[in-house]
């Protein structure tokens, strides 16, 4: 806390927009006073020995805090205190793993990384002429804020003829990956005590961007019994005066469901019915795909393009995850204000990424014969090891029908032990004693809203796979029945 060396202190605001409470009517020195709010004031002074205000001036958060010494003159002492909001952020296990991995594999230790998020195949060719040529002819400039006019227009094209979805390019909105899209999204739409309705399972970032906008993350678990899809009903009763958001991912991250058309109509009745909630549609993993199963844009479903913001990107069928490249598509207002906050942070994205991508979508109809080899390998890979974890004793499994990840249930080995390591209390242990003892990185379930399962990426070559399955199944082998302390 800064302090400054005075008797009293004169604070004046001026233009704030905010609105006004105070728990201490007093503001005359030396009390205290905490002013917080939204609606709009001009001006306002107090003096005071410590004050507090919370408020927005043009849509930006602001925070102004002073105290004042008693002493007449003293040291001044730097505040390195962090925003509350980010401090309360929570870390992620995803990259703790990770971590773990990497320092494993530094001391010697070969480790099988099935805890990432991205293809491992290369960025198909073509793309990747396209942005070396973007460089050797010098397009390597600004772009505009909302992306260049011709990715917009391959962006709309692509959204038509796949999707059913209609847009003008002023409804686009390209950004340095799907991640910034969908945290802009939800500030764009969110305000102080905004709910967030958010399925379980669900990708990581989802709730800490809700709480990043002062909004509350609303989570409403699946069941694995229902390919962890959410029920219509369920939906139906966590719905209230403040829900204003609800975050779809199909295919899912991290369980691989995809949504069948008949229980997104069943939802979009349910939402048709709340004037104030409108659908972020993560539709990243849509190339991604099993047959049977087809992909629905929720936007296309009657009533709901004017309320559903939509989320893509390159990333995940494309290879393209380091070229850091994504993009909404949604009614225009919204995506003016995503842009606004998007000039203010990032600015455009990467021009070279912006041609890679033009070339992208003129690989062909769901990304061609390019991404078509990629999903073929990526079912091979699925089928193997749903065969593997199915003869696992104890094991559950919702076989997954797009992206790449599995989600089994291990539930049955919490309370088992293993010589030389412990206890087995939840899914984080379970993948702390596969790391130690099978040398295989994993992702506990609970990172996704769910303790009981641990996700499983395929984003690894079919050799790898094997000597994973081999390695947790012996792993597996050596854990016990706990045996019971005597009282």
Request: charge should be neutral; glycine fraction near 6%; hydrophobic fraction near 40%.
């Amino acid at each position: 806390m800064a302090k400054v060396a005075c008797k009293s202190m004169d604070i004046s605001f001026q233009h704030v927009q905010s609105s006004l409470t105070s728990r201490d009517n007093d503001l005359r020195a030396p009390s205290q006073a905490w002013l917080t709010g939204r609606s709009s004031l001009h001006s306002l002074s107090v003096s005071c020995n410590r004050i507090s205000f919370s408020g927005q001036r043009y849509g930006v958060r602001l925070r102004v805090v002073a105290e004042a010494n008693k002493a007449e003159n003293g040291p001044v002492s730097v505040d390195t205190s962090v925003n509350p909001r980010v401090a309360a952020l929570r870390p992620s296990k995803t990259m703790a793993i990770s971590d773990y991995a990497t320092a494993l594999v530094e001391s010697g230790v070969p480790v099988i990384r099935l805890a990432a998020g991205e293809p491992d195949f290369d960025t198909p060719k073509p793309i990747v002429e396209a942005g070396m040529k973007a460089i050797q002819n010098g397009f390597t400039r600004y772009t505009p804020n909302a992306g260049t006019l011709d990715l917009r227009k391959a962006i709309c094209k692509k959204l038509k003829e796949e999707n059913g979805l209609t847009y003008s390019t002023d409804e686009i909105l390209v950004s340095n990956g799907a991640k910034q899209s969908i945290l802009q999204a939800v500030l764009a739409v969110c305000s102080p005590g905004d709910e967030v309705i958010i399925p379980a399972p669900f990708w990581v970032s989802y709730p800490e961007m809700a709480r990043l906008a002062d909004a509350t993350p609303i989570i409403v678990p699946t069941a694995l019994s229902d390919n962890f899809l959410l029920r219509p009903e369920k939906l139906e009763s966590v719905l209230t005066e403040r829900s204003r958001l609800i975050i779809i991912c199909t295919p899912s991250n991290p369980t691989g469901s995809v949504y069948p058309r008949e229980v997104l109509e069943k939802l979009a009745h349910i939402i048709a019915k709340h004037p104030r909630l409108m659908v972020l549609s993560d539709e990243i993993y849509e190339h991604i795909m099993y047959k049977p199963a087809s992909h629905t844009s929720f936007a296309s479903l009657p009533g709901m393009r004017d309320r559903t913001l939509t989320v893509n990107g390159f990333s995940k069928a494309f290879a393209m995850t380091g070229w850091r490249l994504g993009y909404l598509a949604a009614p225009q207002h919204f995506v003016t204000a995503c842009g606004r906050i998007q000039s203010q942070s990032t600015s455009g994205a990467s021009s070279i990424s912006q041609k890679g991508a033009v070339a992208a979508l003129e690989l062909g109809y769901a990304g061609g014969e390019e991404v078509a080899v990629m999903v073929k390998a990526f079912k091979e890979r699925r089928d193997f090891l749903v065969e593997r974890l199915q003869g696992l004793e104890g094991v559950k499994l919702s076989v997954p029908q797009g992206a790449f990840y599995l989600f089994p249930d291990f539930s049955a080995y919490f309370g088992t032990e293993a010589e030389g390591f412990g206890k087995i209390h939840d899914a984080e242990t379970l993948c702390k004693f596969f790391l130690e003892k099978a040398h295989v990185a994993l992702v506990p379930g609970d990172a996704f809203g769910n303790p009981n399962c641990i996700r499983i990426s395929y984003a690894a070559s079919m050799e790898s796979l094997r000597t994973a399955m081999e390695s947790l199944e012996k792993a597996l082998s050596l854990l016990k029945p706990a045996v019971a302390t005597p009282l």
